[in-house]
Nanobody
Framework: QVQLVESGGGLVQPGGSLRLSCAAS????????MAWYRQAPGKERELVAI???????RYADSVKGRFTISRDNAKKTGYLQMNSLEPEDTAVYYC???????????????WGQGTQVTVSS
């Protein structure tokens, strides 16, 4: 099994910054893709950023230039650095990953429990 636990959410003023973390645990051989999604009240879940095992990145247009996704393979942890936060960024942020276990089993759609980010003055 592979589990993901997010942390780092909270309340921040507009223009502020937060850094989210996503720690993976379990019998993990390799984490392939890691991604961050978010879901605001009354809206569908949307992709925010994604990073491949080789480090290539892709961002939603709404966060380009403000958010940075990264990963530490040795720590099996992913990060989302969020700068210049706006009230529109308020949402529950979810980590998602595809991984292979040490037994060779692929877990292609693992989700964390989510962490709340609120941007408000």
């Amino acid at each position: 099994q592979v589990q993901l636990v997010e942390s780092g959410g909270g309340l921040v003023q507009p223009g502020g910054s937060l850094r989210l973390s996503c720690a993976a645990s379990g019998s993990i051989f390799r984490i392939n893709v890691m991604a961050w999604y978010r879901q605001a009240p009354g809206k569908e879940r949307e992709l925010v950023a994604i990073i491949s095992s080789s480090g290539s990145r892709r961002y939603a247009d709404s966060v380009k230039g403000r958010f940075t996704i990264s990963r530490d393979n040795a720590k099996k942890t992913g990060y989302l650095q969020m700068n210049s936060l706006e009230p529109e960024d308020t949402a529950v942020y979810y980590c998602n990953a595809a991984a292979r276990s040490t037994t060779g089993t692929d877990f292609n759609d693992v989700w964390g429990q989510g962490t709340q980010v609120t941007v408000s003055s």
